[in-house]
């Protein structure tokens, strides 16, 4: 940081040291915060922008760390006039803007939507993914706690949806055998685990409570290369999910 030549400010901050948060929040109206894994490093930014009265902004793609603060914040952002915006990043701007801009298309041309699948596709030469990582240690560290962690989402969902959403009788069909058919072809796809299907069921609770809309199901996928893959995956992520049961499993996952 004392070597930058950049005529742009820098502010030190640290998470330990609340006021220092707070100082470095009341000198801008939003903030952007893209430290993770927000789980650790999350809740005290969001506290310090709701002392300073300036808006937050951030790409989490942790499912609980988001719900956990749309419970504990929420009130406190509406009365205080600050808005607290999770997921514009990769997670889940863009499958919960999606959905949106369907609904909104459906609506103008007086069509009622039940349900939307998504389907992410990743086109990366085979090279360049040995070469490198393609998930930056935060987003797998973030993985791994919030799968230790993922039992304790049914709680908190309790608490956050008081309201059962009306969904229409139609439901996504299960792709039990890991296949599906778009125009006629056929793809190998396994469920997507991000937080894209979190996001995305926050705002049709949203549409419901407040706006008085129909909830639209929405069920993201992966798109998978081959059936091969689609064993590898499942194989990896049984060991992964079997690995993040055990604290000797953690530290082996975070090594």
């Given at each position: 940081?004392e ?9 030190v ?6 006021q ?6 009341a000198?801008t109206k ?5 430290v993770?894994?927000y789980r650790h490093?999350?809740e005290p930014?969001?506290?310090a ?16 760390f ?9 009130s406190?952002?509406?009365e205080r006039?600050?808005?607290i ?5 990769f997670?889940?701007?863009?499958a919960?803007?999606?959905t ?8 103008q041309k007086?069509?009622?939507?039940a ?5 992410l596709?990743?086109d ?6 040995h070469?490198?990582e ?5 987003t ?7 799968l230790?962690?993922a039992?304790e989402?049914?709680?908190l969902?309790?608490?956050?949806f008081e309201?059962?959403l009306p969904?229409s009788k139609?439901?996504i069909?299960?792709k039990?055998n890991?296949k599906?058919?778009i125009h006629?072809?056929?793809f190998w796809v ?5 937080s894209?299907k979190?996001?995305v069921q926050?705002?049709?609770?949203f ?5 008085h809309?129909k909830?639209?199901r929405?069920?993201?996928?992966f798109q998978m290369?081959s059936?091969i893959s689609v064993?590898?995956l499942?194989?990896?992520g049984?060991i992964?999910?079997l690995f993040t049961k055990f604290?000797?499993g ?6």
């Amino acid at each position: 940081i004392e070597n930058l030549t950049s005529n742009v400010d820098t502010i030190v901050a640290n998470i330990t040291n609340k006021q220092s948060l707070i100082d470095m929040c009341a000198r801008t109206k939003v903030l952007v915060n893209c430290v993770g894994p927000y789980r650790h490093y999350g809740e005290p930014v969001v506290e310090a922008c709701l002392q300073a009265r300036t808006h937050y902004i951030d790409i989490c793609g942790e499912p609980q760390f988001l719900e956990t603060i749309q419970l504990r914040y929420d009130s406190q952002a509406q009365e205080r006039e600050i808005a607290i915006v999770g997921s514009c990043g990769f997670d889940s701007l863009i499958a919960d803007l999606g959905t949106e801009t369907i609904r909104k298309e459906c609506e103008q041309k007086d069509l009622e939507i039940a349900l939307i699948e998504s389907y992410l596709a990743i086109d990366a030469p085979k090279a360049t993914v040995h070469k490198r990582e393609i998930v930056n240690y935060a987003t797998w560290e973030a993985a791994v706690y919030g799968l230790h962690h993922a039992k304790e989402l049914k709680s908190l969902r309790q608490k956050l949806f008081e309201q059962k959403l009306p969904y229409s009788k139609y439901k996504i069909e299960k792709k039990s055998n890991f296949k599906t058919t778009i125009h006629g072809k056929s793809f190998w796809v396994v469920p997507f685990p991000g937080s894209d299907k979190s996001v995305v069921q926050r705002t049709q609770y949203f549409n419901y409570t407040k706006l008085h809309k129909k909830p639209i199901r929405f069920q993201p996928y992966f798109q998978m290369p081959s059936f091969i893959s689609v064993v590898k995956l499942v194989f990896y992520g049984f060991i992964f999910s079997l690995f993040t049961k055990f604290k000797l499993g953690m530290q082996c996952l975070l090594k």
